[in-house]
Structure formats: C-alpha cells, structure tokens
C-alpha cells in the first residue's frame, strides 16, 4: 500500500495570507492523486484531484495544486486565504495500474485562518 | 447529487455490546468503503466492498465485520465494543475503477463507555 505524508499538523495564518500545504507519497508507479477538505461540523469533500495530463490542477473555491512526478509531490495551495478556508485537509492517493483502487490517506492537516 | 447516509451522527455504547453502523447510498455505486478518522491518524480503511456479498479487509479490520446484502447498503458491525474503538467512523462509495472520487457521508461518532 501507499503511504502519504502530510508535513504540517496545524498551521495558523491570517486573512489574505498565501497557503501552501506539502504533500509527499511513496508509491514509484501511476498514482491518481486528490485533496479532500472537511469543514467543521461537516462531511470530507472533494477539493481537486489529478489523473493526468497538465500537473497543475485547480480545485474549487480557489485552490491548486501541483503534481511533481520527480519529487512524488503533490502540494496544495491557495494565494489568499479566507476566515472560511478553516478546515482540515486531508492528501490521498490510489494506485490503479497495480489493481489498487483504495485511498490511502495523509494524517491530516488543520487550517486555522484567523480574521 | 450523490447522497451517502449514515444511521447515527451519535451513538453512545457499553463495552461489550454489539454495534450495527449502517450506510445507504443513492447512486448505484459499486464500490462502498468503511474508514475510521482519529486525530493524528488520519482516515484509516477497515473494509470496503466491490460488490454485493463481496468484501475485503482493508488496513486495520480487527474488531470488526461488514456485511453487504444490497448494492445501496453497507453495514459496519462491531462484534463487542470496546473502549479503543471509540471515533468517528466515515462510509464512502463511488462507481468502479479508480479514476473517481469517493462520495462521503456526514460520519458517525462512536463512544464506548
């Protein structure tokens, strides 16, 4: 199976500050690569994915992110936060050429945005 | 809109009893999946399902079973609660293949007391 790392566990940042949030995986193959957000009090939804073609995905509500095959990176960002981007953001990867259609999912990372 | 029920938001149970989370979808997908969510962890795969009366374990299925009679429906049993197992369990679904994303319920959080 896959393992995803998150690197930041909580970041805090103001209003209008630029987010970046790192995602690394382990998998050397084909991967389909996603970003889910939960919103307090609410269920995981989708925020943007990757299957192929152009690396730099945009997502809803303003997001991006990058794929970076040589680095197995696939980093979220956004150039300017809002107070109703708190949430909890999650990275996922699946596998499908190796017959893998599970998720596996990064630890998490909480988004405290400040007003 | 794909819509994936939970049973319970909240569910309050003794150590030792026997827990039934049930998880309906509208969508006629074929794939339904059963994760648990712990701070720090992340969300962990018990079971998931390909299709009706099939299912596989996923990363950590001790503790638990599933059952999966109809295609909409995906079930999530503890045979005997205990206190470790207390969090917030999520069910998703989504069609066959992996090119899609799965579709999540609002989740229900379990406490074994």
């Known amino acids: 199976a896959q393992s995803v790392s998150q690197h930041n566990h909580h970041v805090i940042l103001s209003e209008a500050a630029s987010l970046e949030l790192g995602c690394n995986y382990s998998y050397g193959g084909t991967v389909n690569l996603f970003w889910y957000v939960q919103y307090p009090g609410q269920h995981l939804q989708l925020l943007l994915k990757?299957?192929?073609?152009?690396?730099l995905v945009k997502g809803i509500k303003g997001f991006e992110a990058e794929f970076i095959k040589s680095k197995f990176s696939f980093n979220l960002r956004k150039p300017s936060v809002q107070w109703s981007d708190t949430a909890e953001y999650f990275c996922?990867?699946?596998?499908?050429?190796?017959?893998?259609?599970?998720?596996?999912f990064g630890a998490g990372t909480t988004v405290t945005v400040r007003a | 809109d794909v819509k994936v029920t939970q049973s319970s938001r909240y569910l309050v149970k003794r150590t030792g009893e026997k827990v039934f989370l049930e998880c309906v979808q509208d969508?006629?997908?074929?794939?339904m999946f059963w994760y648990r969510q712990d701070p720090g962890l992340g969300l962990r795969l018990i079971y998931f399902s390909y299709d009706v009366k099939m299912k596989e374990k996923g990363d950590i299925p001790e503790g638990y079973s599933v059952s999966r009679e109809k295609k909409e429906r995906f079930s999530l049993i503890l045979e005997s609660a205990s206190t470790n197992q207390t969090s917030m369990y999520l069910c998703?679904?989504?069609?066959?293949?992996?090119?899609?994303?799965?579709?999540f319920g609002p989740g229900t959080r379990l406490t074994v007391t």
């Open positions: 990757y299957f192929s073609g152009d690396p």
């Open positions: 998703a679904s989504n069609p066959t293949g992996g090119a899609y994303e799965q579709y």
């Open positions: 969508m006629d997908h074929e794939n």
């Open positions: 996922a990867v699946n596998a499908p050429l190796n017959g893998d259609y599970k998720l596996s």
